[in-house]
């Protein structure tokens, strides 16, 4: 099977080629979170949306769960996927799937503890796919992605096991963790963001790196 690689957290537009080059599948475009890195306007992230190339999709990452105003952010994005990284109700699935048919929904689902396997199976019926990140949603400021933290593999993967929609796993992933994270929660993708930077920008290194060690899985 052949894993997905989704870079998050790009940028710019020049941040979206290097990526793309280096054999990404889908890139991650960050709005206005309560807190994490990369985050870029709706506007930017139109244009690098734009510019990706077919086969490559194009996340929007939202913190917004009113369906309108949902509805309203991801049609002015133009991205092919939006990835809901707070809890959202059934109605607002509902709102895109009306208003936005092509666009496919992923659900964030933070893996805290063992409890994250009873909401990803009441979720995975009514979206197109999860992502497994290491957020806190209930932490005073929420924490949405971006941590840079590992959580339980154990988890992610009767998750995986459990639901029959794709599942992406992100959370501390890095060259040297990706292969043994895939091996253990056999994901349909891998997601990574801080893992394959230095200093806040994209490392080719690192990124050539992460293709190669998830090629040889």
Not at 59 to 77: G, H, I
Not at 130 to 155: C, F, N, Q, Y
Not at 162 to 189: D, H, K, M, S, W
Not at 193 to 211: H, I, P, Q
Request: glycine letters at 10%; a neutral charge.
């Amino acid at each position: 099977m052949r894993i997905r690689v989704k870079i998050c957290c790009i940028e710019t537009e020049d941040m979206a080629r290097q990526a793309i080059a280096a054999g990404a599948s889908a890139l991650g475009l960050v709005t206005a979170m309560p807190s994490g890195p990369g985050v870029i306007s709706d506007a930017l992230a139109r244009r690098i949306a734009g510019q990706a190339p077919p086969g490559v999709a194009t996340f929007l990452l939202t913190a917004e769960t009113d369906p309108a105003r949902l509805v309203a952010q991801v049609a002015a994005a133009g991205t092919n996927v939006v990835q809901i990284v707070d809890a959202a109700a059934p109605q607002a699935y509902a709102a895109l799937r009306q208003a936005l048919p092509a666009v496919k929904i992923v659900q964030v689902i933070h893996v805290e503890d063992a409890g994250a396997m009873a909401e990803a199976a009441g979720v995975a019926p009514l979206v197109d796919g999860l992502l497994l990140d290491s957020g806190r949603p209930k932490a005073t400021v929420k924490e949405l992605g971006g941590t840079g933290r590992v959580h339980d593999w154990a988890i992610s993967q009767r998750i995986v096991a459990g639901v029959a929609c794709p599942v992406y796993l992100a959370g501390g992933l890095g060259p040297g963790n990706v292969a043994e994270a895939i091996r253990t929660v056999q994901p349909f993708g891998v997601d990574l963001c801080s893992g394959v930077r230095t200093d806040g920008r994209l490392d080719a290194k690192k990124l050539g790196a992460l293709m190669a060690a998830v090629r040889d899985v």
